[in-house]
């Protein structure tokens, strides 16, 4: 049999060839809008996967991890968790709470006004003569305790004065109304912060976990587990959320300086130049 001639040869690999090319050049493209389409520069991942259509999600995902404990590096995780309501599952909640909550996503926005000032019953921490910081958390999520964190530590260092209110996604989090009312029962026998760096530090997983470890931190641990256990302090959770009513809170975290609504990011260089502003 004759040998084809090169040049026949040359065609058929010259084909192969530009087929590998196109191949490869389909697999980055993929891979690029795949990339633009996750993250979004300086941010890491973008939630958009998670978004509902009618609003952010009410805990973030777990596609990269938590950067927001360098408070000099603070660069996410503070997004806020909105008013939509996601149930978990089916299980109701306390009739209060819920009334509460439905009342607080009902709310305008219009009024952004801390009602009522900070007063007795708010745990504070920090100089009395520093400026005053309100904050509205859910400990169960992220976002709360990143807020917590940079937060309570602008507070030690002198900075500003924070009072901390609950605000339970109850509907959302089966965890968040335990954890608060342990945080209460917590503040009733003077260990609320205690308590609260505890669980901004790793989280809380279950009721057990949060009366466990909230106990821990009493003098009387007995006394704490029956309280939440008998939701002795529920009425001041409750009266709580419905003060993130009358202030128009839009969001957990919900941040307050000298009774103004703070809607920029939650990062210590942002913070500073609002509390160098409302001086």
Not at 8 to 21: D, H, K, S
Not at 191 to 204: E, I, K, P, Q
Request: with cysteine; aromatic share 6%; proline share 8%.
């Amino acid at each position: 049999m004759t040998p084809a001639p090169p040049a026949l040869i040359a065609i058929p690999l010259a084909l192969a060839g530009g087929t590998w090319i196109f191949v490869v050049f389909v697999v980055v493209l993929f891979f690029v809008l795949v990339y633009g389409y996750y993250t979004r520069a300086g941010s890491g991942i973008s939630q958009t996967p998670y978004r509902r259509p009618d609003g952010p999600p009410e805990a973030p995902s777990e596609l990269a991890h938590d950067t927001t404990q360098d408070l000099q590096n603070w660069e996410r995780g503070t997004e806020g968790h909105h008013r939509t309501r996601a149930r978990q599952d089916d299980e109701p909640i306390d009739a209060a709470v819920a009334r509460a909550l439905a009342e607080w996503r009902a709310v305008s926005d219009s009024a952004r006004r801390l009602d009522p000032p900070v007063g007795a019953g708010d745990p504070v921490r920090g100089p009395d003569a520093a400026p005053t910081v309100v904050v509205w958390i859910d400990v169960s999520n992220e976002p709360c305790r990143s807020a917590y964190r940079l937060l309570s530590a602008l507070a030690d260092s002198g900075r500003i004065r924070l009072a901390v209110r609950q605000l339970p996604l109850a509907d959302v989090h089966r965890v968040s109304l335990p954890a608060a009312e342990a945080l209460e029962g917590a503040a009733a026998q003077g260990t609320f912060f205690d308590v609260l760096d505890d669980f901004a530090r790793s989280g809380v997983k279950d009721e057990t976990d949060v009366l466990e470890r909230a106990a821990g931190h009493v003098p009387d641990p007995d006394r704490l587990r029956e309280e939440v256990r008998a939701a002795t302090h529920r009425p001041s959770v409750v009266e709580q959320i419905r003060q993130a009513t009358t202030s128009g809170a839009p969001a957990v975290p919900a941040v307050y300086i000298h009774c103004a609504h703070y809607d920029g990011a939650i990062r210590r260089d942002d913070l500073a130049q609002a509390l160098r502003g409302r001086a």
